[in-house]
Structure formats: C-alpha cells, structure tokens
C-alpha cells in the first residue's frame, strides 16, 4: 500500500511556457497532498498543503499566482507552473497522507522540471 | 536553533557495522516523528515512523525516541553499501487544519565495501 506517482517524471520547456505535474495516490484515499521542492544539496522545501477540494495553504514566500494548485479529488492533485524561467528548474516532488488514518506522508518519485 | 536538527555528515561506516544516525527537535508538543532515506536524484522513502518513547524495530533498522531529551535515532545494523543514503529526519508541526512536516538537513550515510 501508500503508492504516489507522479506524472511527468522529468520535463524539459521553454521560458514562459507552462507545466502542469499531476500527483496520484494509487492505492489509498488522500486527505491531502503536499508539494515541496528541492534544489540540488538542498533540503526539501514545502511549497503548499492542500486538501480535496480546499484551496491550498500556500508556505510564506511561495507565489500562488505561479504555482497553481488544484486539488479536484482524493486521489489527485496537480500543480502548475506558470510562465516558468530557468530559475524554477528543480526537482518537485509531492506526497500524500491519509492511509489507515496516519499521518504519514508518503512521497511520490517526483518530478524533475528543467526550463531553457 | 533549528526546529530539526542532524549532522550533515559524511557518516563513514565499514560494511556489516551498525550505523547510528541522531536528530533532535526543539518542539516540545511533537508527537509523530519519521526516518526517511533519499538516494542521490531520487525522492524520500519512509523507513519508520515512531510516535512512543523507546525503541521500534523494523528488519535491520531501529528507531529510538526520547521527548524528554527531544532526541530520535536511527541505527541501522549490518550496515551494506546500498545503504549508502541521505537520511532525513523529519518531525511532524501540528498547526490549525492540517499538519506538515520539518525535515532536518539529513545526514549522509557512506558504506564502505
């Protein structure tokens, strides 16, 4: 049990596009996911928490209007990188709580995004 | 004082031996905290969850937690070099609706053969 995926994997786009990245919990009901970030020998950072169809709390210098984040169901959250620039290229990850109550965040394999 | 602290590290351990790796936290009201391990590009596995004071064991891992010291670890018998991790500690702030976690800075772990 407690299996999060993440789709895409690794994507690669151009300054001023935008990307969404999608996280699934596969085998377990969500109460809510989280995303971090991380750059390269750097600890995760949270960006945002959000529950099923909740807006989502977002961490104190994390723009809102740059990563949007859509919680539409229990089992999914997606976040959306607006108009990226090469500064926003990191590895993003997400995770998810709810399996048998706990409080366990389970973490999917995350999601290396590189904007040119 | 950093809510979650770990020795960066390099832990160098030689193969079969048992590692021990440290965390102490400074918020007196947490209840839940966690082992992760991260490998190089990749993202944070769960290795255990503790939540009692004492030890829980696990296949070759033990937890060990301590609120009175604010102190939890990880020892990690007959050490192997796939071992060979960043360790992440990770100590859950409970905060209106929901909860997150404060990771450490994790300890990195180096087996060696």
């Known amino acids: 049990g407690a299996v999060v995926s993440q789709h895409p994997s690794r994507v690669i786009c151009k300054s001023g596009t935008s990307v969404k990245i999608e996280c699934r919990s596969l085998?377990?009901?969500?109460?809510?996911m989280f995303w971090y970030r991380q750059f390269p020998k750097q600890s995760l950072m949270l960006m945002a928490t959000s529950n099923e169809g909740s807006k989502a709390t977002y961490e104190q210098g994390v723009e809102k209007d740059k990563f949007l984040i859509n919680h539409a169901s229990l089992t999914l959250s997606t976040l959306t990188v607006t108009s990226a620039h090469p500064e926003d290229s990191s590895f993003y990850i997400c995770?998810?709580?709810?399996?048998?109550?706990?409080?366990?965040?389970?973490f999917g394999p995350g999601t290396r995004l590189t904007v040119l | 004082q950093k809510e979650v602290e770990q020795n960066s590290g390099p832990l160098s351990v030689p193969e079969g031996a048992i590692a021990s790796l440290n965390c102490t936290y400074s918020?007196?009201?947490?209840?839940?905290f966690f082992w992760y391990r991260q490998y190089s590009g990749k993202s944070p596995e769960l290795i255990m969850s503790i939540y009692s004071n004492g030890d829980k064991e696990d296949g070759r891992f033990t937890a060990q937690l301590n609120k009175a010291s604010q102190y939890v670890s990880l020892l990690i018998r007959d050490s192997q070099p796939s071992d060979s991790a960043t360790y992440l500690c990770?100590?859950?702030?409970?905060?209106?609706?929901?909860?997150?976690?404060?990771f450490g800075t994790g300890t990195l772990l180096a087996v060696q053969p």
């Open positions: 995770s998810a709580t709810g399996l048998q109550g706990t409080d366990t965040q389970y």
């Open positions: 085998d377990f009901q969500a109460t809510t």
């Open positions: 918020d007196r009201v947490s209840q839940s």
């Open positions: 990770a100590v859950n702030r409970y905060g209106g609706a929901t909860n997150k976690l404060i």
